[in-house]
C-alpha cells in the first residue's frame, strides 16, 4: 500500500472494535484505511532486514517510501539497507548484497547514499571509527588500529552480469594494498516510475 500523504486525516481504533463511519464531505468512494504499521511502512528506517542463508554477517532488505514527483514525472521511492561484515582479513572483497528486480525495460536510480563504515580503533584513538563509503574510508585489522584503505571502497549497481538491465546485482566492492576487514551500513535511496513493481532477493 502506498504511504498515505501528509494531510490525509485516519481513525485509530483497536483491532477488535467495530467501526460505524457517518458520511460527510472528507469521505469518498476512494477512501482507505490504514494500519500502524502501514503508515510506518513508508517511513525512512522501516525497512525489515532479511538475514542471509548463505552469507554470514549479511541482512538485507527493501521497502517502499513516499514518492517523489520531479518537474511533471512521477516516481516511487524505495530505501535499500543492508548489514554486512567484511572479514575475515582480506585485501579484497565482493559482496553481493543481493538482486533488486523492477517492472520489464525499467531502470532504477539512486538518489541518495548513506552508507556507512565502521572500523575499530582501539589500539588508535580509541572506540570506532565511523565514516561513508569511498576511497579512504576508515578500515581495520588484527593491530586494531583504523587507517584509510588506498585502493576501492564503493557500493556497486551492477545491471550487466547475464541478465536483463531491470535486473540489478547490488554488490559492496573494497581493495586495499593490505588485508583489512570492517562492518558496512548499507543505506541508500533509489527511484523508478510509478506504478513499477520491485523485488528484492538476498543473496
Known sequence: MATPSSNEQFVGIAPK???TERGSNLTNDKRQIY???ELLAGARGATNLEESTTTPG???GVSKMTPMTVGTFEYDVYNLKAIAQLR??????????GDIEVSLGQNIFF?????????VDFAGTGGY???PINFGAMVDDNTDVARPIDTLCYVNQDNNYGLPPENNGMFIVAEDSNPFECDVYVDMDFII?????????IS
Open 17 to 19: 472494535v467495530d467501526l
Open 35 to 37: 494500519t500502524y504499521a
Open 58 to 60: 549479511l541482512f538485507a
Open 88 to 97: 575475515p582479513q582480506a585485501s579484497s572483497f565482493v559482496l553481493q548484497i
Open 111 to 119: 538518489i541518495a547514499n548513506r552508507t556507512n563504515i565502521e572500523a
Open 129 to 131: 571509527a565511523n565514516n
Open 193 to 201: 516510475p510509478v506504478g513499477s513493481s520491485v523485488e528484492f532477493t
